[in-house]
């Protein structure tokens, strides 16, 4: 065990006893640190850091991380009160004389890992929650992105106290060192892979975990479908981050017979978004890393060598880490893009004859963290919901399930474990701990030992009327 972990780690426990509930205040103060730092201290250098890592356009970067980590602070900090003040629940009569209530409290200590994609949002959106619940926290972002990495631990160490907040940075071998202390709750952002072996080391000290995973994210476009506004939401939402978004549609489910319509109308859209040559567009960002951009290349390839037809992009360049968005028709349903998440702008495309077709097709499948319906039929958009599962479903658009504060975010099994975002992520940082306060002389004493023909009398009439 490194020793620098193990002497933060005690500090925030320490500072988790002494302090006891961390109050409202200090949690605001705390909130509102981080919030100057994106909004102001540090905007330009997190635009910068997501050049480089991501080559995320300017306007990508404010709107999908420094728009949303603001937004999730505000949202915060405006409910705050409510969310803290003890809730009063109903005691059953047979208890007469007691009130019952619960109240939030922190869970102490607890671990995020982020990875990459969104390495801002994905690290500072689950840290808001985790303050707002009035937690210590050690963080460990991801190593794929160093550059955002390193802005993260340098806004982290210059507004936070190492017993309030602290980062580590490091890949695989960080991650298994932190993960052997015994941390309150982990939190958890990536592959459903990692996500087994994050729960394994939970185990060992039973943990609460919250798993924020991935996985395939279907689209279905039916008949009833507005083609041409599905098709310039489904282009926008796989194109954004380059694809690289846990919620990004990850495969179509398209209807037969208006599959050729729907498909021009995604070429017209990236031509519109990116012109003739997306490579030179400054509005299209790069693939992370060569191991990503290699793994993505070869789900073409692959895709294309067992059949697949390519409808647009398929242009690739190992040296700037670019793919441009990319349609396939006709795919193997063994090919590896039908098979794994994506995780790029890869968009393969499944032609399906009846709605319980593609239903079926969806179930064989892991359930998934978003599930997308483009359909003007009522009664469509209620069967797919009724017969399927996923973590969050969005009707006539794609990705903005997101952005609503106000809704749990995650996935089911496979694609996550927990819920976080506004109320859901607060929950996620706290204990429920029930509060019941003896008032007057309780009935149940009158049940207690010896036992009598009175007390057996008493028991039943409490068991039929109560
Ligand atoms: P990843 O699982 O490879 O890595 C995530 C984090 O885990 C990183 O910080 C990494 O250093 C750490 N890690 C890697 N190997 C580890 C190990 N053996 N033990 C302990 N820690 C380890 O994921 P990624 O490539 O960074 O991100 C892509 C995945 O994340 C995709 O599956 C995507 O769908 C998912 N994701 C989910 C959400 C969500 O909110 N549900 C958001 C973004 C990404």
Redesign the pocket.
Known sequence: MDKQFLECFKKQKQHQEKVGQISYNQRIRMLNALHRAVEHTYRKDIIEALATDLGKPKVEAELTEIFQIIGTIKHAKSNLHKWMRPKKVATPLAMLGASSSYIHEPKGVCLI??????PFN?TFGPLASAITAGNSVII?????TPRSSEVMGDIVKTIFKEEEVSLFQ???E???AL?ELPFNHIF????????K??MT?AAKHLASVTL????KSPTIIDSTANLDAAAKKLMWAKSLNCG????APDYILVEEGIKDKFLKSCKKWLVTFFGEDSKSSESYGRIVSDK?YKRLEQHIENAVSSGGKLIAGGQVDAASRFIAPTLIDNVDPEASVLKD?I?GPILPIVTYRSLDDAISYINTKERP?ALYIYSRSKANIKTIIKNTKA?GTVVNNSNIQ?GNHELP???INN??VGK?HGFFGFEAFSNKRALMKQHTFGVTEMLFPPYTGFTEALTKFAVKWF
């Open positions: 890992i982020s990875p990459w994609n969104f994905l460990k972002p991801s190593e794929v490091g890949a695989v960080t991650s298994t993960l958890f952002t990536g592959s459903p892979a990692i996500g072996i994050v080391a924020e995973l991935g996985g690289q978004i846990c919620v990503h998440e995780f963290l973590g997101f975010f995650g996935g694609s996550g976080s």
